[in-house]
């Protein structure tokens, strides 16, 4: 094992808890991920020695919470490698991301009949907010198609983009399917004709590298709830030159310069998208998350996924009548596996898991159209991350293998 | 696991999936289609994605025909075919009851399941907030195609 799972379990509070009196196998990570007491912690301190309100205070706590909230953007700017913390922006969520560069980038670029290119295996976080842009701008939206394998039909890039295509966004990694996406060399044919690229990290940013410089992409949107961090702290990373150029998402406290009765001006980078007072706790445990991250190393991390991902896969091959989803290519394929049975609904498979303890995800995992495409309306998905180990693979085989014979006509 | 441990796992499910339960998932009674329905209407759970799709054949004051189509989980597909077998050729106001004494037991209150016989058994969802929607579905399925009948 390229991680030491044993010592990372220690970390993690809630792994030490029954479900129906078992022991918890928590492979529900794609929806969001456990959290380690060195987080919990960093929030624990942070409200017992320096909450304060930042950027305003002249007092002792407000300019040591200031520090730490911004100790947090640089943390994440190293992450990620983005050039400069002006380009980290602080959000809610991915969705809130996602939608702050559809409102501000998008309305003010976006012309009746251009073309958003999208994908089929998009969450629908990367999908309503361009809908509603295309409609409200008469722009038309199209989808890359997903190949059986279930990778997309990119046809070695010819004719990805046509002369219209202003913008294109997709997912890094699908939270559905697990394709890993070839997000650089898509980057390279967007810049190459002109076309503004998002991707959404939030199924990359918490398992793989990232690099969003060497990528070259416009935007990065991901979340931190899903990397060990608390809910409620998203990030943007933008390219300056465009997160410049771009009218403020929210009005309010933070974002603004100078005001008058009149109007406004605004604030430098990236407060300027940052209006009312932050998720500050979150945000500066979200750095303790970060830490937690780069110290186990994230190719580490990636590897650790990789093995358990191309064991599970390998394990649930063998079980009869079974449906298995996505790439089979383990460098293709990130800690999904999304699975279905002709004769059993992926919500009678969640029951049955968590009567044996194992937290799965059923349902179309916010992917609706994705799953028509593939002709079935959801599937049951495990997903794995830095805690898990074979042990729980095996478990969760046994429980889908109990799931079945419980079904079974008896 | 030890095949003791895989019985009592098994114990508590059965709480759920009563046998009657599968049975109904398993065989399903009224599945398909009608000749000339007075309504038919389409109930979606968007968060889980269950289909249920009633179609009613009304005669007079009578509920005289009954079929559903959709597609889903064992719980939402196995009420919908226990409810066909509850309502057939029922008075409307019966069948209007019925739906009401549902509904409320699914709230949890025990006093409607007694009027219920066979329903009863979808009782043990209770258990399992979640899936609480996926049995109510064909039920307020049946209400509004009822409601589209004009009866």
Redesign the interface.
Known sequence: MTLDVAQIRRDFPILQRQVHGKPLVYLDNAATSQKPRQVIDALVRYYETTNANIHRAVHTLGEEATAEYEEAREKVRRFINAPTTESVIFTRNTTESINLVAYSWGRANIREGDEILLTQMEHHSNLIPWQLLAREKGATVRYVPVAADGTLELNGFENLFDARTKMMALPHVSNSLGTINPVERIAAEARRHGVMLLIDGAQGAPHLPVDVHAIGADFYAFSSHKMLGPTGVGVLYGRKELLEEMEPFLGGGEMIRKVTFEGATWNDLPWKFEAGTPNIADVIAFGAAIDYLEALGMENVRAHEAELTAYALDRMAAIPDITLYGPTDIDQRGGVVSFNFPDLHPHDIGTVLDQYGVAIRSGHHCTQPLWRCLGVSGSARASFYVYNTPGEVDALVDAVKAARSYFAER | ?TQEE?R???A??DD??RDII?DHY?HPRHRGHLDSPSATHEGLNP?????VTVEVKVDGNRLAGIAYTG?????SQSSASMMTEAVEGKPVAQARRLIDAFTAMMRGDDEAAEELGDLEALSGVRQ?PV?IK?ATLAWHTLDEALNEAGV
Not at chain 2, 71 to 75: D, E, T
């Open positions: 696991m895989f009592r796992q098994e508590e499910l759920l999936y599968l398993r968060l889980c994605g269950d289909e597609s889903g989980c064992s719980i399992f899936r996926c």
